[in-house]
């Protein structure tokens, strides 16, 4: 293998912290940078278990900061770029447009800008070289239930279950379905993702664009649906379900992404989009249901005891209806596949966030706390 020096940016939160690992453990050859702000989203304690290895380097930065981003690829000869920094939750959005823009825009922007002209300046050019923009379903926009009952949980899952995918409707986002984001953060990201496509089509750079479901696994931020609802059962909190909790999500498990990203950052098609989703279409008020149960068995309690948490509130604005992944193109051509069945995903999750209630408790005191607490007093 040949060596190769790689910067993933956001490799402080939750897919990144993911990713950074199994190219640390995996890779002992290449030279893993991880570029993170540290924003309220990125947290070293996500890898602690790897931050002591010598293919490993943490670099405090901002992606909006061309300057020392261009310096850094030059000192450490950059030869790859997976980048996942972004500001990633829906509702900040919705709070404060901007700040989504300039980091998801403008940082994007930047890391291409200063890509192309330290690849430009090598005698190699682009030969060899890879920027990897991971982005999201959401910049599809919204799909249709046509089957708005579904089927009724709970259901067995089988990794790629066609007919599990059907469950709610028949359309689903393919690689050229055309965008249509409707929240802030999904705007950011199609934008970013217009980009990435712009520079490789005007200048030739080599880049990849993948756009995932929803993830789950340990290391999430709990302001995202599962780890805070797994937390809030855990002290009786009320559960905020947006709307009546009808709209569905295609869940993936977390490290199954990161399996993905390191296949099409090593084998996928320069110039080339893939979907990536595990076919495991849920209702909202589904996986809850779900999540308490589990809970409450885990804790020694009364299976079910915790399903009066459940507190409809006000629906988000704009929600989009529903997400469902067709994954064929990179099922077919690199031969990837979810690893995990969703029950042994859900079990292994909340397990996680269990065992590791410090982890939890250092995210959810101090500032996290406040803010959450004034977003829920605002609904
Ligand atoms: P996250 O919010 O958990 O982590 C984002 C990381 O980026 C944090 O470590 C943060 O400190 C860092 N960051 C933010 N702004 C930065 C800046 N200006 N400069 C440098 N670092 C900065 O997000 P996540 O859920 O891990 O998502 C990672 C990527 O995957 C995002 O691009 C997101 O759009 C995409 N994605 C997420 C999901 C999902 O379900 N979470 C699904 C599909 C795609
Ligand atoms: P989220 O985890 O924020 O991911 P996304 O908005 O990117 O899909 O939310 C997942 C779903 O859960 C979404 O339909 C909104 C809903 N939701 C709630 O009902 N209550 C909550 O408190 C949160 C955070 C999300």
Redesign the pocket.
């Known amino acids: 293998m040949t060596k190769k020096n790689i910067v993933i940016t956001g490799g402080a939160g939750f897919i990144g912290s993911h990713v950074v690992r199994l190219f640390v453990n995996k890779y002992s050859d290449y030279k893993i940078i991880n570029l993170d702000k540290l924003t309220y989203a990125g947290n070293l304690a996500n890898l602690k278990d790897i931050e002591n290895k010598p293919n490993y380097k943490f670099v405090k930065m901002d992606i909006c900061d061309f300057d020392n981003f261009y310096k850094l690829m030059q000192d450490e000869k950059i030869d790859g770029i997976i980048h996942l920094a972004a500001e990633s939750?829906?509702?900040r959005s919705i709070k404060d447009p901007f700040t989504f823009a300039k980091t998801n825009v403008m940082g994007t922007l930047s890391l291409l800008q200063a890509a192309k002209l330290y690849w430009e300046s090598l005698p190699e050019k682009y030969e060899g070289k890879r920027f990897y923009h991971i982005s999201t379903d959401?910049v599809y926009g919204a799909l249709q239930m046509t089957n708005p009952e579904g089927v009724e949980p709970p259901f067995t899952t089988t990794a790629s279950s066609k007919e599990h995918h059907l469950a709610y409707g028949t359309e689903f986002f393919l690689e050229t379905t055309k965008y249509n984001p409707h929240s802030p953060y999904s705007a950011s990201k199609a934008s970013s993702d217009h980009f990435v496509r712009a520079f490789h089509d005007t200048y030739g750079l080599p880049t990849i664009v993948t756009n995932c479901s929803?993830n789950y696994g340990p290391y999430q931020f709990p302001?995202?649906?599962i780890p805070?609802f797994i937390n809030n059962i855990r002290h009786k909190k009320p559960l905020?379900?947006?709307g009546k909790?009808e709209?569905v999500?295609d869940w993936l498990f977390v490290e199954d992404h990161a399996r993905a990203i390191d296949l099409i950052f090593h084998k996928g098609n320069v110039a080339d989009t893939y979907n990536i989703g595990g076919f495991n279409e849920w209702k909202?008020i589904d996986i809850i249901k779900v999540v308490i149960k589990t809970v409450d068995r885990l804790l020694g309690r009364a299976e079910g005891e915790d399903l009066n948490l459940i507190t409809y509130v006000k629906d988000?604005a704009g929600?989009d209806m529903r997400y469902a992944i067709d994954s064929s193109k990179l099922q077919k051509e690199l031969g990837w596949e979810p690893s995990l069945q969703f029950e042994e995903g859900i079990e292994k999750t909340v397990k996680w966030y269990l065992n590791n209630q410090e982890w939890m408790d250092n995210i959810t005191s101090g500032e996290y706390e406040k803010y959450y607490e004034s977003m829920y007093a605002n609904r």
């Open positions: 939750h829906v509702d959401e929803n302001e995202k649906l805070l905020p379900v947006y909790g709209n999500r909202n988000r929600h």
